[in-house]
């Protein structure tokens, strides 16, 4: 297996997000996120880190992207953050961040690199939450005056836009378990805040188009091959019902198809926060899709579980030969299964990779990390990756998460999912054996043994 034979315009590339590897989370005129709220209660967080430096990319993004250059990856994916432009998510406009984006932007350019943007990618701005955040309809019209205020900005130079990351996790796991920021639960706040993110990737798609020239825009969206964990027919029911809430119920309204209500009922309780007009505002043209994939979920019947009535098996009780250090089974298969699903619908746009990878337990020794288990794991999804490019699939690139090790959510800076290893002490870079890797196969279009 050779880069070659994925074919010439096939994108290679990394990903990362603001929050996880900024920093500077209160100075040059950033406001607060739901995100610095969040970490900054008791008990949230593991360890109760906080991401106040990070990995300090906002003043080291220039050693960082001389680390991407090193490794011959000629694509970035970043996001911005909303609250480090506009502070109090409307009006103020903070040149100092803006201007941040802009000096980003010119030096990926000027080292060859093609940033591709990611608008949202989770850290609202916490005056914005004080408002309801995404369960207040107005959210299309706040993060409209944001996604105008860049791309009139940052367009002229920037090819490739994402509106949206991960729907499915940001709205499900703050907005209905209450494990992410902004920490709320049920469906009285869950479904407001799908719908409304359902609806923002049409509108601020169609903002983009009008505002740029030749420019492609997608958005991205988890994703998780549902096995059943029997064929009994309980079981079987259950993992549909499990893949229309965890794959489907993103992607379907988007493409037209309104909202998987047949394969879950309990879906139907969004419908109470639809205008009219609404499902015209569903579906939108985007020139691609971003989907980010890291495993597999094997889904049990549970008569315990309300609307869903379905349960994960952990990968531990399945006593699957490896695990990540998120408790996630290694499964190549899946990155393929899920190509393959998205393929299946009649009318779907261009389909990137544009997140998949793993965290193990990396240590630094005599000044190297080598991380076997994480170069096996990109090279196993790798091949299933060609494995759909070979049958004819539509798909088009492939990102890892992440560059380096940055903050990792309600994980804290425990999981290290990147190809650079972080000393959060001393924020002095590392790259692993993986990222040597990488830079090889771009490079030479080999495989290094």
């Avoid at 969040?38 to 109760?48: D, E, M, S």
């Avoid at 492609?216 to 009994?232: K, N, V």
């Avoid at 190509?339 to 009318?347: G, L």
């Amino acid at each position: 297996m050779v880069r070659s034979d994925f074919g010439h315009d096939f994108q290679w590339g990394v990903s990362s997000a603001a929050f996880q590897t900024e920093g500077v989370c209160d100075a040059d005129g950033k406001g607060p996120s739901i995100w610095d709220t969040f970490a900054g209660k008791k008990g949230k967080i593991k360890y109760n880190h906080r991401a106040h430096t990070a990995c300090d990319f906002y003043n080291r993004y220039q050693t960082d992207i001389a680390l991407i250059k090193e490794m011959h990856i000629p694509n970035f994916r970043f996001s911005l953050s909303w609250p480090r432009i506009l502070p109090e998510g409307t009006g103020r406009f903070n040149a100092q961040g803006m201007d941040f984006y802009e000096r980003l932007v010119d030096h990926c350019l000027a080292q060859g690199i093609t940033p591709w943007i990611t608008l949202y990618h989770w850290d609202l701005p916490q005056a914005l939450q004080d408002k309801g955040g995404w369960t207040n309809r107005d959210v299309l019209g706040w993060l409209e005056a944001y996604a105008e205020r860049v791309v009139r900005r940052l367009g002229d130079r920037v090819r490739h836009w994402m509106v949206l990351n991960e729907p499915a996790v940001f709205t499900g796991a703050g907005y209905f378990f209450g494990v992410h920021a902004p920490g709320l639960t049920g469906l009285r706040n869950f479904f407001p805040a799908a719908h409304h993110a359902a609806l923002a990737m049409g509108h601020i798609g169609r903002l983009l188009r009008a505002e740029t020239k030749n420019a492609r825009i997608g958005s991205t969206f988890s994703c998780s091959s549902i096995h059943a964990a029997s064929s009994r027919r309980r079981d079987v029911d259950a993992a549909k019902r499990a893949d229309a809430l965890i794959n489907r119920l993103f992607i379907e309204p988007i493409l037209g198809m309104g909202y998987p209500t047949a394969d879950l009922k309990a879906l139907a309780g969004i419908e109470r926060y639809m205008m009219a007009g609404d499902e015209t505002q569903l579906p939108f043209d985007f020139d691609f899709i971003g989907i980010q994939n890291y495993t597999r979920e094997v889904i049990r019947h549970s008569y315990f579980v309300p609307y869903l009535q379905a349960r994960l098996v952990p990968a531990k009780k399945r006593h699957v030969p490896l695990v990540t250090e998120m408790g996630w089974e290694v499964y190549p298969e899946a990155i393929y299964e899920m190509i393959k699903q998205f393929n299946a619908y009649p009318n779907i746009p261009d389909i990137y990779i544009t997140e998949n990878g793993a965290a193990f337990a990396d240590v630094v020794e005599g000044g190297a990390v080598h991380d076997r288990l994480r170069i096996q794991y990109l090279k196993d999804h790798l091949a299933q990756v060609l494995r759909a490019k070979r049958e004819g699939l539509n798909i088009h690139g492939y990102f890892i998460w992440t560059l380096t090790d940055n903050f990792e959510w309600a994980e804290g800076y425990h999981p290290r999912f990147g190809l650079v290893h972080v000393d959060f002490e001393t924020q002095q870079r590392t790259m692993k054996d993986s990222g040597k890797w990488y830079g090889s196969f771009l490079a030479n279009s080999i495989f290094a043994e």
